[in-house]
């Protein structure tokens, strides 16, 4: 009878084993695919936000250029082609901002981001020098905004 019950308490304990390895292996793996989600998330925002920030620029570039080239000659080839480009560059900078709203549910960093499209397709609407540079100074400092609000996110 002895030899019966050490049988039973040998198959409990491994069943038994064999059930809390179970459930820790499944604990491990749920924590593994959630580290695997999270640092997948993280990379694409920190592609986009820096994808957004560096569109940005170009467009203020493109949109300083704009203004130069109208001042210069309106009517002329080079205004249009820098303006054809300006658009070209709003569009490019539009595709990345949606991505950064998809990719956030933080208000702040998609107001930034709103901002920093919106002050630099300002910039070619300057009626002189000074104002031109103000509203290129102002395009700059969003951009910089919308870097500061999203770098604490991806560290």
């Known amino acids: 009878m002895e030899a019966i019950w050490t049988s039973v308490v040998a198959v409990g304990g491994t069943l ?3 059930v809390i390895t179970h459930i820790f292996q ?6 593994s695919e959630l580290f695997a989600r999270s640092e997948a998330l993280r990379q694409e925002r920190i592609a ?3 994808s957004f920030a560096a ?8 949109q300083a250029d704009r203004w130069y080239r109208k001042q210069q000659d309106p009517d002329g080839e080079a205004f249009i082609t820098a ?3 300006a658009h070209r560059l709003r569009t490019a900078t539009r595709q990345v901002l949606y991505r ?6 933080n208000k702040e960093v998609t107001l930034a981001a709103e901002r920093a499209y919106q ?3 300002d910039v070619s609407t300057a009626r002189n020098q000074a104002e031109r540079g103000a509203l290129d100074a102002q395009a700059r400092q969003a951009i910089e905004a919308f870097v500061a609000h999203t770098s604490p996110l991806i560290r």
């Open 16 to 18: 038994m084993g064999a």
């Open 26 to 31: 499944r604990l491990a793996s749920r924590r």
């Open 48 to 50: 986009t936000y820096s």
């Open 55 to 62: 569109a940005a620029e170009d467009y203020r570039h493109g």
């Open 83 to 85: 303006r054809d480009e």
């Open 100 to 105: 950064v709203k998809l990719l956030t549910d």
């Open 119 to 121: 002050r630099t397709r």
